[in-house]
């Protein structure tokens, strides 16, 4: 009997322990504890046995197709498109056609031998940003031994066009554009989504002190940047340009799916529209790799499409 009036009443005094605001803590930390300890056991049973998930990218291509006089291609549908990696073929995973927004970098050579034609620099480099549209974006940069950035990656056309006025000559010979377009990727494409390009107008006298072309093509790569170098007659007899500058900017433009340009510094308005055409109507393909383990491949890309007389840009090669 005494047994069982204990019973009752520790039964009872539980009972009021639990009813009241202390009761109800110890009553949570004790029930957390259980829930704690079970999942931990259950999580050693489980740990020989539990599958790794690896996540494998998305890996994305943005690129253009034209006929063989340089005419864009519209319309085109994911079934006239084929992936190639090293080779083989590869399932397209996405497709998208439609125009959408694109972000520019528009590099403005201002080393004194462009002088004579910044007049005409300056006024292409407005009229492409008068061609933008709403949901565009651009960056004005000044480059000559420094790169100066004179906006910031917006698309208030009045700033953009303002910035480009302001620019000026330096009175130093020969420009390291390569730290230029490392800067913008850095600054503004490395993480940055979507369609980009860097245009770079220059005379072609341009150095590189620290950072090489394959650096800067690397770059490129990596962040999905087009490169569009448009070479301009300055009339200058120092303008004496070593071919293999000319040959590196055409490999580097090829490479990324950009273009080169070579033009007389009164016709640079029709390089900015066609690189404006070129942007606004890419298309965009996506594949899975077949092996992304490293984390340091390199695989060759190849995207072909199903008519022999058109044209496909893109970048060429991947890392991952």
Known sequence: MVIIWKIVKWTEFMKQICLSKFGIKIFALFLLYFIVLSGSLKAQDEEDNTPVKVETLLFTIPLTVSDKKGSYIAGLK???????????????????????????????????????????????????????????????????????????????????????????????????????????????????????????????????????????????????TFFYPIIFKTGSSSNKRKPVTVELLQIMAEDTGGRFYEKDSTKLKEAFQSIAEDLKKQYLLGFYPRNTETGTQRSRIRVTVDRSDFIVRTKKKIDF
């Open 78 to 224: 994911k079934e006239n498109f084929t992936i190639l990696e090293d080779g083989l073929n590869q399932k397209i995973e996405l497709f998208m056609n439609e125009e959408a927004p694109m972000n520019v970098a528009i590099l403005l050579d201002t080393s004194y031998s462009t002088k004579k034609v910044l007049d005409n620099i300056q006024k292409a480099a407005r009229d492409f940003v008068r061609i933008l549209r709403p949901e565009d974006r651009a960056v004005i940069v000044s480059f000559d031994d420094r790169t100066v950035f004179l906006t910031k990656l917006e698309s208030d056309r009045k700033t953009l066009s303002s910035a480009i006025e302001r620019v000026n000559v330096s009175n130093i010979n020969g420009s390291d554009m390569y730290e230029a377009i490392a800067h913008v990727v850095e600054n503004h494409f490395a993480a940055l989504k979507g369609r980009k390009a860097i245009i770079a107008l220059t005379d072609g006298m341009v150095t590189g002190r620290e950072i090489s072309a394959q650096q800067i093509l690397d770059a490129l790569h990596k962040s999905d």
